[in-house]
């Protein structure tokens, strides 16, 4: 199989090496491309060549939301490129923002995991198939500041419904599910269906979906 073709976009040199450094004892991955704004990531995306970017949230030339900006825009440009965000913000605002045009080939995940055995890989491999990748970290904090709102669906859902809520934000399939809470399959079917209906969310099979309903339930874009 042809590796995996990774650019990578962040402005601090030597974060960005620490990264290629870190992609380059991967087999199956190459980086193919390396910058520090935003400009220089979408004219490296257009010469094409590119599976997945890897970018940070804020680039030259505002350092604001230039990678969600990007993810955004190659939505558009270049569906079938994938995109891992990277942030230092435990900020649920530029996840919901990085998914609203779906969360099919995305991914968001805290720098402070990046070193972590296996994560920044994994993402890359996941929104690479298609699939999203949301860092369990940011999950655990959305299910807990809306556990805390008396007021919130989630209060009706019983501990294993949060634990499976949990998996499935994070974009895990139900067999995945099924692994990590070591029970059958159909028994975490049945744990979504209720969670669908208890949420007063549709159920839906396509993941990137599910996803996006959990995630936009938990928290709900302003305006």
Partial sequence: MSP????????????RAGIEALLATETGVEVVGSCSTYGD???AVARGGVDVVVTDIRMPPTGTDEGIRAATELRRTHPGVAVVVLSQFLDPTYL????????????????????????????????????????PT?????????????TARLKELTPREHETLAE???GKSNAAI????GVTERAIEKYINSIFLKLDLPDNRDTNRRVKAVLTFLYPPSG
């Fill in 138 to 150: 940011m999950v655990e904090s959305l299910v807990a500041a809306r556990g805390r709102d008396s």
């Fill in 168 to 170: 499935v934000a994070a």
């Fill in 41 to 43: 990531l979408m004219e």
């Fill in 4 to 15: 995996l073709r990774v650019v990578v976009a962040e402005d601090l040199l030597v974060v």
């Fill in 96 to 135: 919901v923002a990085l998914i609203a045009a779906g969360s099919s080939r995305r991914g968001y995940l805290l720098k402070e995991r990046v070193a972590t055995a296996g994560e920044l890989i994994s993402a890359i491999r996941t929104v690479a198939a298609g699939g999203s990748f949301i860092d």
């Fill in 178 to 181: 099924a692994v990590s809470l």
